[in-house]
């Protein structure tokens, strides 16, 4: 149990353009979703921690305006790059706390290659 | 500096061969250490989570230990396979997540 999905795997846009991707907790209820940004040879960059029917809490630096984010089921979260640029091709990963289960244990999805020409 | 740094940067061994990847940490207060892997491409997956009691944990060839005393933490992988080629994660959890910039292992025939 406990695997998270994303949707697209990959995707490509054009600049100024929106893309929505989401994150889904196939077998169990995530109260708590967060979203990374890893770029090339990094290690993961938190973005946000959402909490099912919340808003979500931005981590100094990230956007909110720009990072949209929606978690509006306890198996489902959106993250929407709004006015895309290229310097916003990056490699977004997120990961679901399960319902229940202590704080730290995160369960990865496999995350979406954005690439914004 | 970041909180949780992590040795060597990159790592070539060859296959059958162990070896031993480093975390120190500076993260107050602790909660919590876990390891990651992680392959290109994808996203991380836990291998170990070590609480401030715990030693040792194992994960079949993985075996992750603990020094909350001198916050360090090591990763040895017995017996490595062509598969175990991925970057390793570490990340202490505090009053939030510090995450380690990997180690990028690459184990080769």
């Known amino acids: 149990g406990a695997v998270v999905s994303q949707h697209p795997s990959w995707v490509i846009c054009k600049s100024g353009t929106s893309v929505k991707i989401e994150c889904r907790s196939l077998?169990?209820?995530?109260?708590?979703m967060f979203w990374y940004r890893q770029f090339p040879k990094q290690s993961l960059m938190l973005m946000a921690t959402?909490?099912?029917?919340?808003?979500?809490?931005?981590e100094q630096g990230v956007e909110k305006d720009k990072f949209l984010i929606n978690h509006a089921s306890l198996t489902l979260s959106t993250l929407t790059v709004t006015s895309a640029h290229p310097e916003d091709s990056s490699f977004y990963i997120c990961?679901?706390?399960?319902?229940?289960?202590?704080?730290?244990?995160?369960?990865f999805g496999p995350g979406t290659r954005l690439t914004v020409t | 500096k970041n909180q949780v740094e992590q040795s060597p940067q990159s790592l070539i061994i060859l296959e059958g061969k162990n070896c031993t990847l480093q975390?120190?940490?500076?993260?107050?207060?602790?909660?919590?250490l876990r390891w990651y892997k992680q392959d290109t491409g994808r996203g991380p997956v836990s291998l170990t989570i070590?609480?401030?009691?715990?030693n040792t944990k194992s994960n079949g060839r993985y075996t992750a230990t603990l020094d909350a005393d001198t916050k360090q933490s090591s990763l040895h992988i017995t017996a490595s396979q062509l598969s175990d080629s991925a970057s390793y994660i570490c990340?202490?959890?505090?009053?939030?997540?510090?995450f380690g910039a990997g180690t990028r292992l690459t184990v080769k025939p």
């Open positions: 990340v202490v959890s505090g009053n939030d997540m510090r």
């Open positions: 070590m609480t401030f009691s715990e």
């Open positions: 975390c120190n940490y500076t993260v107050s207060p602790f909660s919590n």
């Open positions: 959402s909490n099912e029917g919340s808003k979500a809490t931005y």
């Open positions: 077998d169990f209820q995530a109260t708590t």
């Open positions: 990961s679901a706390s399960r319902q229940g289960s202590l704080a730290y244990e995160q369960y």
